[in-house]
């Protein structure tokens, strides 16, 4: 199956219109012509023809353009924690090169959107989807085509918190939502998984894994996806902390022991393809951060402890600042801010590369852009590296 485009000609001697028919253009090649335009185009093209509707929004055309070497942008999203409705959006340039070390302002988008969801807590990116939670419901969106949808609201009344990511064997993406509850002593008594998958007439299920821990828990950290399995750390009592592992393709958990005790600054990083644990968020009088590697789940071996010194000079970070750490789509790399903002003063982010130990990238946010979050402590911060997404979502 192909394409045909017509084209109006006026002849200058006639004055009148002569259609020609261009020939008929083969379905591949023209989705390798569309596949180069930017995502604006595409969503303009849609109205060119059913041909090019169905096309354009099928899902093996937005996973040929959702391609790994796309090019990526910084967004960052601050939302007041007391007040879900005050809430500020920016987005980057896009990325060039990584040799190129040139600093790259940000711009307001969205401030003013009129997508519903807009001013609820993230939960996270996944293949340029957002999902956020404003209160019992889960919503996901494209910032690019503008689609939201709205799944299913949770009707327990417990403890929630939620993860997003993509199941890269079936094609398909998965909200997993964790309900706890705990007694007077703030120990979790009780613990539930449940699972939707997006798509028609989805809805929430419980999860049928064999190896569910036997313990409840509440979590601790956000997620992160690598290779299709997501990771976070959870509480299973007052004083014990673990690695959670969720394959979305099987819906197995796996517990895994962390390689040290001391939890009240941990983040999470793909280093190298593999999850890894950074442990000293707050920062050192020498600048040091140590990184912990996994190298067998299912032993639950780790790698020696390997300590990386950030130049912190060149970071404006000081002795006893705590940082905000966030994933890189570039395995081995860190997004790095203060938690703190300081009243009239740009917000900066770093792109540090661990190995190399260099920046690759700095990004400022100018006073303006913040709004009111320069004058309260009351927020709570996301950023990540976001890539152009033309999926739609069948509902």
């Not at 327990?156 to 002593?185: A, I, M, Q, R």
């Not at 402890?305 to 395995?331: A, C, E, I, W």
Request: net charge positive; hydrophobic share 35%.
């Amino acid at each position: 199956m192909g394409s045909s485009l017509c084209v109006a000609v006026r002849k200058k001697k006639k004055k009148k219109k002569t259609v020609v028919v261009l020939p008929e253009i083969p379905e591949e090649l023209l989705i390798d012509i569309l596949i180069r335009l930017p995502t604006k185009s595409l969503m303009r093209f849609k109205c060119v023809s059913k041909l090019w509707l169905s096309l354009i929004t099928s899902r093996y055309f937005t996973n040929r353009f959702l391609k790994p070497s796309s090019p990526s942008c910084l967004f960052a999203y601050f939302v007041d924690s007391e007040n879900q409705s005050n809430y500020v959006l920016l987005k980057s340039s896009l990325f060039s090169s990584s040799h190129d070390r040139s600093d790259i302002s940000l711009s307001v988008i969205d401030q003013h959107s009129t997508i519903p969801i807009m001013g609820g807590y993230l939960v996270n990116a996944a293949r340029g989807l957002l999902c956020y939670r404003t209160g019992r419901r889960v919503i996901v969106c494209n910032p690019n085509t503008r689609q939201v949808v709205e799944l299913p609201i949770m009707r327990s009344k417990t403890n929630v918190w939620n993860w997003f990511g993509h199941d890269p064997l079936h094609d398909e993406y998965k909200v997993l939502s964790l309900f706890w509850d705990v007694n007077k002593e703030q120990r979790v008594v009780r613990s539930e998984l449940q699972v939707l998958v997006l798509g028609v007439g989805s809805s929430w299920r419980t999860t049928q894994s064999h190896h569910t821990p036997h313990r409840p828990f509440r979590p601790y950290s956000k997620g992160m996806t690598i290779n299709g399995v997501l990771y976070y750390i959870a509480w299973t009592d007052a004083n014990r902390c673990v690695l959670m592992s969720f394959d979305l393709s099987s819906d197995d958990f796996n517990l895994i022991e962390l390689p040290y005790e001391n939890l009240s600054c941990t983040s999470l990083m793909n280093y190298q393809g593999n999850v890894a644990t950074i442990e000293n968020t707050l920062l050192s009088s020498d600048g040091t951060v140590d990184v912990c590697v996994l190298e067998d789940a299912d032993k639950n071996q780790w790698s020696n402890k390997k300590t990386f010194v950030l130049p912190v000079s060149k970071m404006n970070f000081v002795h006893g600042d705590r940082l905000v750490m966030g994933g890189s789509r570039d395995s081995g790399k860190v997004l790095l801010t203060k938690a703190n903002l300081i009243r009239d003063q740009p917000a900066r982010f770093f792109i540090y590369d661990l190995e190399r130990n260099e920046i690759t990238r700095r990004i400022e946010i100018r006073p303006s852009l913040l709004g009111s979050f320069n004058k309260t402590n009351h927020f709570v911060r996301f950023f990540w590296q976001h890539i152009d997404s033309i999926m739609y979502l069948k509902t």
